[in-house]
C-alpha cells in the first residue's frame, strides 16, 4: 500500500509561480514511476508531468512544457511539479500519482493517487 499526501497548492495571479509537493509513505517509493495529473470542473483527469524511478526520464503534456518542470527527491520520498507562468487555463485540482508496475512516465495511469491540491490561477 503506497499513501501519498500532496501539499502546495493556492491561489496566484497570472504569470505567478508554485510549487507542489507529494510525499509517499513506503520504503520502495524509489522504485515508482510518479506523475502529476489535473482535473479542471467538467473536464477529463489528464496527465501533467511524469517521471521515472530516477529522474532520468520525464515526460510533460504539451499545455505545460517549458513552464513545469518535475522532480523527486527519493530519499525525501518526494516527488515536486515546479509551476512557473501560471495561466488561468492551468486552474484545476492536481492530484499525485504513483505508478507500481509501469516504468514509462508517459503512460502513467496511477495504481495510487493523493487526495488532490487546488491550484486556481487569476487573471
Known amino acids: 500500500q503506497v499513501q501519498l499526501v500532496e501539499s502546495g497548492g493556492g491561489l496566484v495571479q497570472a504569470g505567478g509561480s508554485l510549487r507542489l509537493s507529494c510525499v509517499a509513505s513506503?520504503?520502495?517509493?524509489?522504485?515508482?514511476?510518479m506523475g502529476w495529473f489535473r482535473q479542471a470542473p467538467e473536464m477529463a483527469r489528464e496527465l501533467v508531468a511524469g517521471?521515472?524511478?530516477?529522474?532520468?526520464?520525464?515526460y510533460y503534456a504539451d499545455s505545460v512544457k517549458g513552464r513545469f518542470t518535475i522532480f523527486r527527491d527519493n530519499a525525501k520520498n518526494t516527488v515536486y511539479l515546479q509551476m512557473n507562468s501560471l495561466k488561468p487555463e492551468d486552474t484545476a485540482i492536481y492530484y499525485c500519482?504513483?505508478?507500481?508496475?509501469?516504468?514509462?512516465?508517459?503512460?502513467?495511469?496511477?495504481?495510487?493517487w493523493g487526495q488532490g491540491t487546488q491550484v486556481t490561477v487569476s487573471s
Open positions: 500519482a504513483a505508478d507500481v508496475s509501469n516504468w514509462d512516465p508517459q503512460l502513467m495511469t496511477g495504481d495510487y
Open positions: 513506503g520504503r520502495t517509493f524509489r522504485n515508482y514511476a
Open positions: 517521471i521515472n524511478w530516477s529522474g532520468g526520464r520525464t
